[in-house]
């Protein structure tokens, strides 16, 4: 491609750092003014001036979906072949690569959840845990392995950083050490271990280091706020004595300081290279003129390190509708309601791949999950990540191209959905999740198939196919025509015509546990990356109770102060409350939320729940309905049996401390509900219920 032509559409700043094309740069710009875009193009650009070959070249972006959009956008400016990979995606190649020559033997099995290799280490120290206890410690080692903290120094380090340890803190370290001299007597390889062992790999072989110097001569780094210690060792290493890395990030997004990221690598790039070219960009080109001003309202009173750095965002677009700032009684009414917006969107010709819903944490999911299945709208709750190696996909894509022969002259999108049909891609999505996920990837393929046929009338099996190859090269998801539901974390990059950001209230965002200062200016900055999604519809809503009937003891976020209008109605309220005392089970601080308290943990400490379990509790929940004619969520909510199946709880002592169990439920589905817990069919007598037909009580809190 010319190397003009792909520098068109873009503004003088951007054009100054695409045209940049040696040396550092920086890029630190507010949300939407498009630095992931500059940065493309100037890649682009490098790649059509002879710079650098495209092989030459490694771009880290932040999430598996993102690496997916921008291969996606290097494509489409003619540099298909650019990788593009999260750090870890990139080390893992490398290492595998090198391994044999650089450390020889058998390669390290990789593990993606440390909690059994924590459990056994404790183990080995004596120490007995239960599950919350095992959570707690696989986040402590996993913060230390990620700001590079030793055992030894684990201690001075938590003190430090004013981070207080789940447990004592001799017990932290002295599993963290069982751990890691475990991992390495098992030839095991944790995600901090393996940026690590690369960067090492490169700093003590010369020969590897120059071959892999010599493959990568041009690195470009997005999202560069979030990077954590480990990672920027990676990326020196990298870079050995060279300066031909690019950076990009915004302070003001910095969400994951929580797990060691710092943006203090962003802030002082010019510091680091006094001679690199700086560009800030503050036209916003997402969003209308009525989100910038909310956005820029969120950073308003924004403190600390990253507030300093804020600029206003100037809006580019036309004007849009005015955000809807709405206060519903209970969450379900929320859900409802926000569904029921949502269709009026799509009715209106808004496609819902253009809508999402955004939450602070991945329990407030459900609700929105089912109040858009009453609906009847279509909406996906999975990342891209992955999506080639998903089964179901190697199946349909090895099936597609084996049709690519004999494919007659029927419409694209019939014989796509021909095809597909018999894999599982029925009309209507089916009930169950591992069903509706597998048909949601079909779903996508089909909708791959209308977006080719709609962008090139009369496209072939051939168009579709040489598609799919390329994007299979690339690992570029297609994207399925549903809402997205994901929380604020997975959101940033990302954008949507329509937002929604729900759960707006005091202990969910910002968080109950977020006590300090700075964890409070980290909430406000995740309020800010939420509003900065949108492009034109912003909706934020809260409820004022959990539950129908419910007290309406929760106040609205301390974020909408000042950004929504004032509503006489929230005068003079009651906010007193005295809540009985449930610790998280996972950090252990004091759960004062309902949400919270259901669950016993905080509602972002990480939740695993066990899927099989859920399943099997919702089974015999749905037939014990059946049988009592009574609706499901009479017997335990949805909310009720996630805590439960993540809980695992041994006793009915512990059963009770869940939050929705009370001393009714206790009796009279206890036994049923810990056999199933313990892998076993309730007995008969003990499936629970109620054999004198007595009333069920609805569940209220
Ligand atoms: P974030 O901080 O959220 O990651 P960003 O700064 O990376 O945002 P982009 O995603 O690159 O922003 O751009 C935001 C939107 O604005 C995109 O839809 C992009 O195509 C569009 N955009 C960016 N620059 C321009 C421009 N010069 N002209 C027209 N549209 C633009
Ligand atoms: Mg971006």
Known sequence: MDPDRVLEGLDPEQLEA?????????????????????????????????IATEQQILAVTFTTRAAGEMRGRLRSLGAPRVQARTFHSAAVRQLSYFWPQAIGGPMPSLIESKIQEVARAANSCGLQLDRTGLRDLAGEIEWSKATQVRPADYEKSIAKAGRAAPMPVHDVARVYEA?????????????????????????EHPQIADRIRDQYRYFVVDEFQD???????????????????????????????????TPGYLTGFSAAYP??????????????????????????????????????????????PD?????????????????????????????????????????????????????????TVRGATRFFERPEIKQAVHTLRGARQGAGSD??????????????????????????????????????????????????????????????????????????????????????????LVGLTEGLLPIVFAESA????????????????????????????????????????????????????????????????????????????????KLARCL????????????????????????????????????????IAEYVPADKGRLSRISGVGAVKLERYGEAVLALCAGEEPAADHRGGEPHGGRTEPQTD
């Open 18 to 50: 695409a045209r940049a094309l040696r040396g550092p740069v920086c890029i630190l710009a507010g949300a939407g003014t498009g630095k992931t875009r500059a940065i493309t193009h100037r890649i682009a650009h490098a790649v059509a001036g002879g």
């Open 179 to 203: 751990y890691e001299e475990q991992c390495r007597d098992r030839n095991l390889l944790d995600f901090e271990s393996m940026l690590e062992l690369t960067a090492a790999m490169i700093a």
């Open 227 to 261: 990077v954590n210690p480990l990672q920027k060792l990676l990326l020196d290493a990298w870079l050995g004595d060279r300066d031909d890395v690019c950076v990009v990030g915004d302070p003001n997004q910095t969400i994951y300081s929580f797990a060691g990221a």
């Open 275 to 320: 001679h690199a070219t700086v560009v800030r960009l503050v036209r916003d080109y997402r969003s209308s003129p009525q989100v910038v001003r909310v956005a820029n309202g969120a950073l308003k009173h924004a403190r600390g390190p990253a507030a300093e750095h804020r600029l206003e965002l100037v809006a580019q677009r036309p004007d849009g």
């Open 323 to 379: 955000p809807i700032y709405t206060e519903y009684d209970d969450e379900p009414a929320e859900a409802t309601s926000v569904a029921r917006k949502i269709g009026a969107l799509i009715d209106a010709g808004t496609p819902a791949r253009e809508i999402a819903v955004l939450f602070r944490t991945n329990a407030q999911s459900a609700a929105y999950e089912q109040a858009l299945s009453d609906a009847g709208a279509a909406y």
């Open 411 to 500: 419409p694209l999108v019939q014989t796509v959905r021909d095809i597909l049909a018999p894999l599982g891609l029925t009309p209507e999505p089916p009930e169950g999740r591992q069903a509706r996920e597998r048909w949601e990837s079909l779903a996508a393929l089909a909708q791959l198939a209308e977006d080719i046929a709609a962008a090139r009338p009369g496209a072939t099996m051939d168009h579709f196919t040489d598609e799919l190859d390329a994007r299979v090269a690339t690992e570029h998801a297609p994207e399925y025509e549903g809402v997205t539901l994901a929380s604020l974390h997975s959101a940033k990059g990302l954008e949507w015509d329509a937002v929604f």
């Open 518 to 597: 700075d964890q409070v200016e980290e909430e406000r900055r995740l309020f800010y990356v939420g509003v900065t999604r949108a492009r034109a519809h912003l909706s934020l809503s809260w409820a004022l109770a959990r539950s129908p009937g419910g007290r309406k003891s929760r106040k609205p976020s301390r974020f909408l102060d000042g950004l929504r209008p004032a509503s006489p109605s929230l005068a003079g309220r009651d906010n007193r409350r005295q809540a009985r005392l449930v610790q998280c089970r996972i950090c252990g601080n004091t759960l004062t939320e309902a949400a919270e308290r």
């Open 604 to 643: 972002d400490c990480p939740a695993d729940y066990d899927e099989a379990l859920l399943e099997r509790l919702k089974a015999w929940r749905r037939d014990l309905a059946d049988e009592q004619k009574v609706p499901a969520y009479v017997i335990f909510t949805d909310a009720t049996l996630q805590a």
